[in-house]
């Protein structure tokens, strides 16, 4: 039992880059009724010790996911595809509206309030996050708060 917890200790050491570094937080998606496209915001926040990117991301509720930027072209803002959003150790990426956002092109079937949406993140070191993001109301700033629904209660 002893020489067990100690093997189990030595590998813990020794595989500390199996624990992921990166943790997604206050993830929500924005789609206009009717708009043909969504946009998905969230933080990604990297207590490691190396660089990383998101270089991809997915979700079947569109027919593509693009990683997008704002760049101000004279005083319009426009948007523009990138290849990559970095996380650098120690630091974090957030993804907000006005700036760097995840693009849901093509939405396969119109997304209301209170859905949620299953997205795939790739990391170039961290492989894949999974992320459940809630479409909150269109000119939501922030993630909605955390259903603690009261909402239950009253619909009976
Ligand atoms: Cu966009």
Do not use: C, W, Y
């Given at each position: 039992?002893k020489?067990?917890?100690?093997?189990?200790?030595?590998?813990?050491?020794?595989?500390?880059?199996?624990?992921?570094?990166?943790?997604?937080?206050g993830?929500?998606?924005?789609?206009?009724?009717k708009a043909?496209n969504?946009?998905?915001?969230?933080t990604?926040t990297?207590?490691?010790?190396?660089?990383?990117k998101?270089?991809?991301?997915?979700?079947?509720?569109?027919?593509?996911?693009?990683l997008?930027?704002?760049?101000?072209?004279?005083?319009?803002?426009?948007m523009?595809?990138?290849?990559?959003?970095?996380?650098?150790?120690?630091g974090?990426?957030?993804?907000?509206?006005?700036?760097?956002?995840?693009?849901?092109?093509?939405?396969?079937?119109?997304l209301?309030e209170?859905?949620?949406?299953?997205?795939?993140?790739?990391?170039?070191?961290a492989?894949?996050v999974?992320v459940?993001?809630?479409?909150?109301?269109?000119?939501a700033?922030?993630?909605?708060?955390?259903?603690?629904?009261?909402?239950?209660?009253?619909?009976?």
């Amino acid at each position: 039992m002893k020489k067990f917890l100690l093997t189990a200790a030595a590998l813990a050491f020794a595989f500390p880059a199996l624990a992921a570094d990166l943790e997604v937080s206050g993830a929500f998606l924005r789609a206009p009724p009717k708009a043909a496209n969504g946009a998905g915001f969230l933080t990604i926040t990297n207590s490691g010790k190396q660089d990383d990117k998101l270089i991809a991301a997915s979700a079947s509720v569109s027919k593509a996911v693009e990683l997008h930027t704002h760049i101000k072209d004279g005083e319009i803002m426009r948007m523009r595809k990138v290849d990559s959003i970095a996380v650098p150790a120690g630091g974090k990426a957030e993804l907000k509206p006005g700036g760097d956002h995840v693009m849901f092109i093509d939405l396969t079937a119109p997304l209301k309030e209170g859905d949620k949406v299953t997205l795939t993140l790739t990391f170039e070191k961290a492989g894949d996050v999974k992320v459940e993001m809630p479409v909150a109301s269109v000119g939501a700033m922030t993630a909605p708060m955390a259903p603690m629904d009261h909402s239950q209660h009253m619909k009976h």
